[in-house]
């Protein structure tokens, strides 16, 4: 048993991809310690960076068909008509032809145009900062979504003023169930009377001067109220030059699924083009005074999903820093202490040194050779000199011979 345990632990230690250099075989440079402190630096700062990173959230966008046929759409208003509410009637009229009735009704209730003091500052405030938003900083949207505020603006201030004169306003109020298909929801002149099919506005007693469409949008919007929407109809206020005036809104209603970590939820979002004119039967532009909005529903679906990044991403990330800037910093130092050494000229001293005892040896491997070669030399010179001994001794022979026989 403990035989296997001992082997085991051999064969472990075998296979040891960091072997532990002995102390006195470490040099320690400067260039080195300050390389260690420079790159710890750098380490951490990185890190923090990005702890930072990991810590943001960020959004991404998906597009899918819209799945929900039969759900209704609430259509939320506050509107204020510079006419007294006996003159006008707001209603919906769309594609399923339903009757006008079943939709809901809104809340009228007279009011001044004019604005006290407070009001007008908050107005004014909600009018700047929409037209930022939908002009010019879109990316504003995530600020808002991470926010969680459903209400960026606040309520609307009560009236403190109350003006002398006579009421010469409708405040328009209240929230609709309409279907989800193009419609109209429209403020014309004149009370609502049903019809068997759509229905017609009665304006039987008013003169041309009443017409007024002046109008202002305190709230308009589609669905349950969410973070990180913006209405770009709130805030907007028209003043009409003439009686009789149409003004039309096409707006693109886009179902809107937000998954942030702070709200969860579906909600609408829309978008929306303007357009204005006079209604002159004699300059030949015709139709209906009045406000409309004429919506339709987008087919696909936003799907807006906060996330943090993995875990695991993060953490790969920081050994990557850590690992990479140690790399680095090792070559860089390296690099650095070889140019110090080249300038102090300590190099070139240890290389004359080192050149010195290369050909110190050299000449002693030459002297080695020489003598090698001697003997090489010397070896056929001397079995040659036998050679011609032996030749001297057999053509010695021949010569002593012939006095002999
Ligand atoms: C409509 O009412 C507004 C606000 O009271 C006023 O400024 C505007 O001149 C009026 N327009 C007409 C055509 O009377």
Redesign the pocket.
């Known amino acids: 048993m403990l035989r296997h345990r001992k082997k085991a632990i051999q064969t472990v230690k075998s296979l040891d991809a960091f072997p532990k250099t002995s102390e006195e075989c470490i040099e320690k440079t400067t260039t080195g310690g300050t390389f260690s402190v420079l790159s710890l630096a750098v380490i951490l700062w990185l890190m923090v960076m990005e702890m930072m990173y990991y810590l943001e959230t960020s959004f991404t966008y998906t597009f899918i068909p819209d799945t929900k046929f039969s759900e209704k759409l609430k259509i939320n208003v506050d509107i204020t008509i510079?006419m007294p509410c006996r003159y006008v009637g707001a209603d919906v009229l769309d594609m399923t032809g339903q009757q006008v009735m079943t939709f809901g009704s809104l809340d009228m209730e007279d009011t001044w145009?004019?604005l006290d003091p407070d009001q007008r500052i908050h107005f004014d405030g909600m009018q700047q900062v929409n037209s930022y938003f939908r002009e010019q900083f879109h990316s504003i949207h995530q600020l808002l979504w991470r926010s969680g505020y459903i209400n960026i603006f606040g309520d609307f201030p009560r009236r403190r003023v109350t003006p002398s004169k006579e009421k010469?306003a409708c405040h328009v109020v209240g929230t609709l169930e309409i279907n989800k298909v193009a419609g109209n929801f429209h403020i014309t002149a004149g009370k609502t009377i049903p019809l068997p099919r759509g229905h017609a506005h009665l304006a039987v007693f008013m003169d041309d001067k009443d017409y007024?469409f002046?109008h202002r949008i305190n709230k308009l919007s589609f669905g349950d109220p969410a973070p990180g929407i913006v209405h770009p109809l709130e805030g907007d206020e028209e003043?009409?030059?003439?009686?009789l005036m149409s003004y039309q809104y096409f707006i693109t209603v886009v179902p809107t699924y937000v998954s942030t970590y702070s709200y969860r939820g579906s909600t609408f979002q829309y978008s929306v083009s303007e357009q204005s004119r006079e209604i002159a039967h004699d300059k030949n532009s015709h139709g209906t005074p009045g406000i409309f909005f004429k919506y339709d529903v987008s087919a696909l679906r936003v799907n807006v999903h906060e996330r943090h990044e993995p875990l695991l991403a993060f953490l790969t990330r920081l050994c990557g820093i850590i690992g990479g800037v140690m790399t680095c910093s090792g070559l860089m130092s390296s690099v650095v202490s070889l140019a110090v050494d080249c300038f102090t000229c300590r190099f070139f001293q240890r290389h004359s040194d080192k050149t010195e005892t290369e050909t110190t040896s050299q000449k002693t491997t030459t002297l080695l050779l020489a003598t090698e070669l001697l003997q090489t030399e010397t070896q056929p010179l001397l079995t040659s000199t036998t050679i011609t001994s032996n030749m001297v001794f057999v053509s010695d022979t021949p010569q002593s011979s012939p006095p002999e026989s």
């Open positions: 510079a145009w004019e010469d007024n002046t003043v009409a030059e003439k009686n």
